[in-house]
């Protein structure tokens, strides 16, 4: 089992999606949400609301 990479849920096997960076660094996303937030947006989990990761100030 992984994290999603955005906003921290656990990812079930064969759930999800799987992105290599150029880097070689491994992105786990639990669903398009969060993938385009991440990659599109390129939004910071810890700013995002309904992010697991989200910090309150
Ligand atoms: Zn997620």
Do not use: H
């Not at 990479?5 to 799987?18: A, D, L, V, Y």
């Not at 786990?28 to 991440?38: D, H, L, Q, T, V």
């Amino acid at each position: 089992m992984v994290k999603c990479t955005f906003c921290g849920e656990m990812i079930k096997e064969g759930t999800g999606k799987m992105f290599v960076q150029k880097d070689a660094k491994i992105l786990y996303f639990c669903n398009g949400k969060c993938e385009k937030n991440m990659l599109k947006l390129k939004r910071k989990p810890y700013n995002v609301r309904w992010s697991g990761r989200y910090k309150k100030k």
